[in-house]
């Protein structure tokens, strides 16, 4: 299965691992998925690293390499026909960079991972 993480979901894995639901940790330790990380979510991190909303050991580039290195995490760009997509998406949820992450796995047929009960309500697979 090809699984895209939600930016906490990516935080936690690499983190605190704890916070992750059982069945988010079955589907990330198996070997038969592929997990992958939206470029928006770098983004994300960065833009809240720099507001002081989000503390990290290390800067954003040094945590999510290693992270994903370190967790076998695949790179994904931001398509534009995820960008398009966005016009499709009722508007039931206002963080553009959730928008963006349920709009990629939309158009590439991933699954995502995610604890936001926002998402939850949009018609694509979830993994909590």
């Known amino acids: 299965m090809n699984l895209l993480l939600d930016t906490c979901t990516f ?5 605190a691992p704890d916070q992750l639901s059982q069945a988010a940790k079955q589907a990330l330790e198996d070997g038969n998925n592929r997990l992958s990380l939206s470029q928006a979510s770098m983004w994300e991190i960065q ?15 040094e945590t999510i390499e290693l992270g994903m290195e370190r967790h076998d995490v695949d790179y994904q760009s931001l398509a534009s026909t995820a960008i398009w997509q966005l016009q499709k998406l009722p508007l039931l949820h206002k963080d553009p960079f959730d928008r963006i992450i349920i709009a990629s796995a939309l158009c590439e047929g991933m699954t995502l991972v995610s604890p936001d009960p926002e998402i939850h309500k949009y018609p694509v697979p979830v993994i909590w």
């Open 11 to 15: 935080l936690w894995a690499i983190s």
């Open 47 to 61: 833009i809240k690293y720099q507001l002081g909303k989000l503390t990290l050991t290390h800067t954003p580039k």
